[in-house]
């Protein structure tokens, strides 16, 4: 297991960041307990979860995965100080938090001590914000014209932004927050926030958690390259493309269990025919190699330069291990130049 520091935070994370969004649906207490125990064997020293896990997210199961790692942190005290620990403040959208409302100042100080609460932790080392007020390029939306950018308010959106970084600065201040990140932003986000951040005297954003795989590089390079030169970790999420990319839903297929037999939050599945096509393309190209597809597919991520930790999810501790595996291979300059003629002809799978 490689390291790498957060961004500016000076932490030092793990090539592999732990996802546990499946923790509470499709793993249980003791699901979790063997993949922590895992992981942390592994080398694995950064976790990340959200107030809305377990996915696919319902008011019944609303912060259980938060709860789930509270459990296990409440009977590994010794191990906290070892961890990198993530969570998020969910954005606008549902009902049964907070009203559906967006994220505020007054938003933050809530949301944060009902996480703090749950997670059984005096501090949370990363606080990110799940994603903008604003609708944004982001869940299927990055096609043109899905949205209209030049109808957003630019006055009513930064001073929104003024009043979340008086919340993030009173939770630094507070010591209940060591650092805090984005997600699912956009490069005119991370410079709002550099540029309001230097106004306000606030500490600027470490880090931030977009989709990002061998099916989805929209962040390739622009919004990659900002975050490189100016200090803030990158990390993929669903590197898998929601498990496209393990071949397991090739032709259709819907295994007993799996994340695709569930609902999927506003239809988003990814098995749109080009995703399809380049999947099995990149499932041929890994049995030539003798690797597996997810291999595969993780390996490439984490070559791509600008990647500071890649997030993985697992449901069972086989497919974890397989993941973490992943991370010890290098792929050489031909399977890399295969990859990118996929990759040319398939440059945006869903």
Request: charged share 20%; net charge negative; proline share 6%.
């Amino acid at each position: 297991m490689q390291y790498h520091v957060l961004g500016s935070s000076g932490l030092k994370v793990s090539d592999v960041c732990l996802g546990t969004m499946t923790w509470g649906i499709q793993n249980t207490q003791s699901d979790a307990d063997a993949q922590l125990a895992l992981a942390l064997e592994r080398g694995v020293n950064v976790i990340d979860t959200a107030e809305m896990y377990p996915v696919p997210p319902n008011s019944d199961t609303y912060g259980d995965t938060e709860r789930i790692l509270g459990n296990w942190l409440s009977r590994h005290s010794d191990k906290r100080s070892e961890l990198v620990v993530m969570t998020k403040i969910v954005g606008s959208g549902f009902t049964y938090i907070r009203n559906g409302g967006p994220i505020t100042r007054t938003g933050i100080a809530t949301a944060l001590d009902a996480s703090l609460a749950r997670l059984k932790t005096d501090y949370i080392d990363v606080y990110q914000l799940h994603w903008p007020n604003r609708s944004t390029p982001h869940f299927g939306k990055h096609w043109p014209n899905r949205l209209t950018p030049s109808c957003i308010n630019r006055e009513q959106e930064v001073e929104g932004m003024r009043d979340i970084l008086r919340g993030i600065k009173a939770a630094l201040d507070a010591g209940k927050i060591r650092h805090w990140g984005l997600s699912d932003d956009t490069p005119w986000g991370i410079h709002t926030f550099l540029m309001l951040c230097h106004e306000m005297s606030v500490p600027k954003p470490v880090s931030i958690q977009n989709e990002f795989s061998l099916l989805h590089q929209k962040d390739w390079p622009y919004l990659i390259e900002m975050c490189a030169i100016e200090d803030i970790a990158y990390l993929p999420w669903s590197p898998l493309a929601t498990g496209m990319l393990s071949g397991k839903y090739q032709n259709e297929a819907r295994p007993a269990g799996s994340r695709w037999t569930l609902p999927q939050r506003q239809g988003l599945f990814r098995n749109k025919p080009q995703a399809q096509e380049a999947t099995a393309r990149y499932v041929k190209l890994a049995q030539d190699v003798g690797i597996t597809p997810a291999q595969l597919a993780l390996a490439w991520c984490k070559q791509v330069d600008g990647v500071t930790s890649t997030i993985i999810g697992a449901t069972s501790e086989a497919q974890l291990s397989e993941n973490i595996n992943a991370f010890s291979l290098h792929l050489e300059a031909p399977v890399l130049d295969e990859i990118s003629n996929i990759i040319r002809q398939y440059p945006a799978g869903f």
